[in-house]
């Protein structure tokens, strides 16, 4: 498994984010949730789209549900 990969909610597009993570990264996202600096990992194993946070592992069977997730918490920045 690959060394984590640091990146900041609202850096990268969506597409940026799920292009890395097919291609192997795992991503820790830093961002803030309720005024405190939190951390969670997105990964992919090949099948299933993670989004682990501190309090709940989300599953997803493909990108389109990655992607809803990701935009829906705020780690993606809006596509341009």
Do not use: F, Q
Not at 1 to 28: F, Y
Not at 42 to 69: I, S
């Amino acid at each position: 498994m690959s060394e984590p990969v640091p990146v900041n909610a609202g850096e990268h597009t969506a597409e940026e984010l799920l292009r890395r993570l097919r291609d192997g990264d795992r991503l820790v996202v830093k961002t803030e949730i309720l005024g405190s600096p939190e951390e969670l990992t997105l990964r992919y194993d090949g099948t299933t789209y993670y989004c682990d946070t501190p309090t709940t592992l989300h599953k997803h069977d493909d990108a389109a549900e990655m992607e809803e997730c990701m935009r829906h918490y705020g780690y993606v920045k809006d596509d341009e």
